[in-house]
């Protein structure tokens, strides 16, 4: 076994163990909480063995690295999120690997993802967006992260939901840094989930929840996300970009 292959298998092992325990704490089954492995910053060789030890959901958050990485991985049946902000010039690129698209936050990029979805083909795929929410955003505003206020969140959905090619999958944050959730991940993740239950009422299908990384997952499962984004957990400390 390679030194990267068991340094992957052991941190994978010990991710796995906080989610089943997580899991355990909060009365929930394992199978309720899907991993992403975010694998920004890391090549392709490490997509490969985490497909080895069963990961099926990777993201990236800039397509000039993961457009590279998911061509090199397309033999290996894996699904793709997207998580970081996206430019509408980025968003045909996106589309011709992405399965999911985190970050949705403006009718602009709906309509552009829409329209780069009809022009792909996806082979009759629709293409699962999530709605960012920024809990740090005033009222028609856009979050320091990316994201869109609570009270935006409805538009979008409907747009998403009417927009040919889309999926409306549910919702994701990133807990904020700054205004009356900063530092509080358990509550902006209880926020989170009462958002997506009122979503819900709307749109029943919109049961996605993508909250929690690898300092807070805990508090995610905990609350009731359905998907973690777990990087430097999984992956060891991101090499400093020069």
């Not at 199978?31 to 890391?42: Q, S």
């Not at 996106?94 to 985190?102: F, T």
């Not at 998403?160 to 700054?178: D, Q, W, Y």
Request: proline letters at 3%; hydrophobic letters at 45%.
């Amino acid at each position: 076994m390679t030194d990267r292959r068991a340094q992957l298998t052991a941190n994978l092992a010990q991710v796995e163990e906080r989610i089943a325990s997580a899991c355990a704490a909060a009365g929930r089954k394992r199978e309720e909480v899907t991993l992403i492995v975010v694998t920004k910053t890391y090549p392709a060789s490490d997509v490969r063995i985490l497909h080895e030890l069963g990961v099926r959901h990777v993201a990236e958050n800039r397509d000039q690295d993961a457009a590279p990485k998911a061509a090199a991985c397309a033999d290996l049946s894996l699904r793709w999120h997207f998580v970081g902000q996206l430019q509408t010039n980025k968003v045909r690129s996106v589309v011709s690997y992405a399965d999911v698209v985190q970050s949705v936050d403006r009718v602009k990029l709906v309509t552009a993802l829409s329209a780069a979805a009809a022009r792909e083909g996806r082979d009759g795929r629709e293409l699962g967006c999530l709605i960012q929410v920024a809990l740090d955003a005033e009222s028609g505003e856009r979050g320091e992260r990316g994201g869109v206020a609570p009270d935006g969140i409805e538009e979008l959905a409907a747009a998403v939901e009417s927009a040919p090619g889309l999926r409306l999958a549910g919702l994701m944050t990133v807990a904020p840094l700054a205004g009356p959730f900063a530092g509080r991940q358990r509550a902006a993740f209880d926020r989170l989930m009462e958002i997506s239950s009122r979503l819900r009422g709307n749109h029943p299908a919109a049961n996605m929840v993508s909250a929690g990384m690898s300092a807070d997952l805990e508090d995610a499962v905990a609350a009731g996300a359905t998907h973690v984004r777990v990087g430097t957990a999984v992956l060891g400390v991101r090499p400093g970009l020069g």
